[in-house]
């Protein structure tokens, strides 16, 4: 009886309504799911997007294709992995250009100044030369959604500091223990172990620092942010680089594709995933169109360090720049290791094609130069 009177209390109170009331409640109601649609869901569904760890758990052949292709027949399609958009597009002039930028803002960037042994370091170590490949992609990515060159760099620049840092890192007895990189002495072979371990955690810092001067909304740099930062720790570089130590020496019964995938994701594939993903970010892509980016640069990340693995087992160290053949002397767990030679060049071959598709849709124009990174990537092997 009580509930009754309650509802019919509730409908006399809304019949007794004034009508310019009643219609400034709608209007409320009306904005308040407007802006729960255009604000609050699209940052829910970032914040609750699956994390690398669990994207990565899909692999990218599942059990039942990993056995179907390695016992498939050698694929003489593609030998060359060339496209037509490859043949017109002037692929070296763009990397040049491209590389002169980036190599220029890194050297603004990082000015010698006190502690003058840790700036000397930071620039020994990223302004060696280097192929650019991922501050290039991040700069390429923020176009192709339609952003500019200038809006990018300081992202393009973060990534590279990140990733020079986990060179450095890579590099030490601890490690790797490398005396090479990029065709020089290591960077703790020229410093010591103690500055080298220092300049890391400069250049670690100042990436996020540098990266913070882009001009975009603060959402998106919240965003930005929070991709990179995701992509080094223990959801990123650190995992992969964790994973591999301890699988250093693993008997090939005991490991499968999907283990070393877990590996090659996180420690190569992110921080090149990252940069196409900032780029389309601070270019001010759509959600779908970002995650297209992801999905194409996760694909030639793989591709990137399965070409890695192949190179380490076929060129000299003279034409690496770094010590060749250090994968199979440390035990290390690698595609032909676990495929075979022959069978890893193909799996090259599919990471191509996959990366290439999930860029249809996009503006044949601006989609030239990742088609093109795409390819030279697949073609350091031959």
Known sequence: MGQI???????????????????????????????FFTNLKPRLARLLQPSLETRAKAAFLSQKEVAEFLDSPKDEEDEDIVSDDDLTFEFDPYMMSKAESVNKALAEAIPVGEPLKIHEAMRYAILAAGKRVRPILCLASCELVGGKENAAMPAACAVEMIHTMSLIKDDLPCMDNDDLRRGKPTTHKVYGEGVAILSGGALLSLAFEHMTTAEISPERMVWAVRELA????????????????????????????????????????????????????????????????????????LLFQVVDDILDETKSSEELGKTAGKDQLLGKLTYPKLMGLEKSKEFVKRLTRDARQHLQGFSSEKVAPLVSLTTFIANRNK
Do not use: W
Request: aromatic share 8%; proline share 1%; hydrophobic share 45%.
């Open 5 to 35: 009177t309650r509802e019919r209390s509730f409908f006399i109170l809304f019949d007794e309504m004034e009508p310019q009331i009643l219609f400034l409640y709608l209007s409320l109601l009306i904005l308040s799911i407007n802006f």
């Open 230 to 301: 995701r992509s080094i720790g223990t959801k990123g570089l650190v995992a992969g680089q964790a994973m591999d130590i301890s699988s250093e020496g693993v008997d090939l019964s005991e490991a499968g594709l999907e283990h070393l995938e877990f590996i090659h994701v996180h420690k190569t594939a992110v921080l090149l995933e990252t940069a196409a993903v900032l780029g389309a970010i601070i270019g001010g892509g759509s959600d779908e169109q970002i995650e297209r980016v992801r999905k194409f640069a996760r694909c030639i990340g």
